[in-house]
């Protein structure tokens, strides 16, 4: 049935709802398009059976960047004005109705829970996706002429770190430098997987802390037997933990000449509680 209404982005049903979702990046409506899917909805609501003892709620939403919702929505409330409504939500209100809500993609981000990765990689996906809006401040800030080169020595330390550093054990591999939209830096990873560290740039917590690198340690890259074990060396050495990057020690500015001593001290210290158990 529902082929004839459109092709919608996801719809959710069970025995309690029945949601269907459509998200706008940058595209605009097709025609009558959110309308079609209303009638769908409607055409749905109708064919149920009133006297069932399960009462379905039926819902269509929205999900658009915060900059884009209000345009959405202007334009589903012209698809109304052809139907003799003043505004989409009393078309959706008319007989039988249906809930229609709109949601910007900004609030979902941050309900998402990094610790669970598909979460994370829709996290990932949105991030990429949102329109960048340079606020007056982030203009002035990226107008100075010293700010290239500011970033260019934090990258420089990183690879530098990367490249020229030592481990006393045996027991670890240093990763390539990787980086995403909102991160610069590689891993240190143990040879029995046991546990995985990573060093580098952030920009979230750097843009709360005033503090650009950090040490960081998820709790899905330790074995699940051995994350307790891990978890307490972490809070000892300094680790605060964090609800979205699990595990984190900053290195502020006037330590970054010793960073290599702290990654060094770190890996001793989990190297010499996983050799000495065997």
Known sequence: DLGKYGRPDLLIRDQDNVILLESKFGAAFQTSQLKRYADYLKSLKEKSDPSSETCQQY?????????RLRGLRLEADNMALAHKTNTFNEYCNLNPAINFQSIAWEDVVITLDNSVEIQRELRIYI?????LELTRENIDQLSKKSFPDSLSSLYQKIRNLQTNLRLDSDSFKLDAVRHSYNWYGFKIL???????????????PWSITGIPIYIQVREDWVKRDEFLKVKNILIELGFKEDKQYS???PIPFEKLSSMEDTIINICNRLDKAFTSQS
């Not at 269509?60 to 900059?67: F, M, S």
């Not at 991030?127 to 329109?131: F, G, Q, S, T, V």
């Open 59 to 67: 819902s269509l939403v929205l999900i658009a960047p915060k900059n």
């Open 127 to 131: 991030m990429d996706h949102l329109p």
């Open 190 to 204: 143990s040879f029995d997987d046991t546990y995985n560290l990573w060093i580098g740039m952030i920009l979230e």
């Open 247 to 249: 595990y984190l020690l």
